[in-house]
């Protein structure tokens, strides 16, 4: 299972890291992703890691602002969010797939989320 956490209410600006462990299982040779859903919108894509750090992807909108990083002798996934801005309001789920390429569309393995509310 993969438990989320580090959510919070935050002014624009701020920063928040956002934490994915598994709480059992290893997911050191799986790909992980983050994923994010605002209020009446679907669910969509963040950032994504390859199992051993050496490739990582993020959608547009949060290139350099966040850090997606992962920590395999732990089993945590992170997400740096920095900068953050009233538009990243979101439920953010982290996510698990033995596939690069399926973790940033419809991975396999789903957390539950954590929720992320930036007031300006």
């Known amino acids: 299972q993969l438990q989320a956490s580090g959510g919070g209410s935050v002014q624009a600006g701020d920063s928040l890291r956002l934490s994915c462990v598994a709480s059992y299982g290893k997911y050191d040779n799986y790909a992980m992703g983050w994923f994010r859903q605002a209020p009446g919108k679907e669910r969509a894509f963040v950032a994504a890691i390859r199992w051993d750090g050496g490739s990582i992807y993020y959608t547009d909108s949060v290139k350099g602002r966040f850090t997606i990083s992962r920590d395999n002798v732990k089993n945590v996934v992170y997400l740096q969010m920095n900068s953050l801005k009233p538009e990243d309001t979101a439920v953010y789920y982290c996510?698990?797939?033995?596939?690069?390429?399926?973790?940033?569309?419809?991975?396999?393995?789903w957390g539950q989320g954590t929720l992320v509310t930036v007031s300006s």
């Open positions: 996510a698990a797939d033995a596939e690069l390429s399926a973790v940033r569309v419809n991975p396999h393995y």
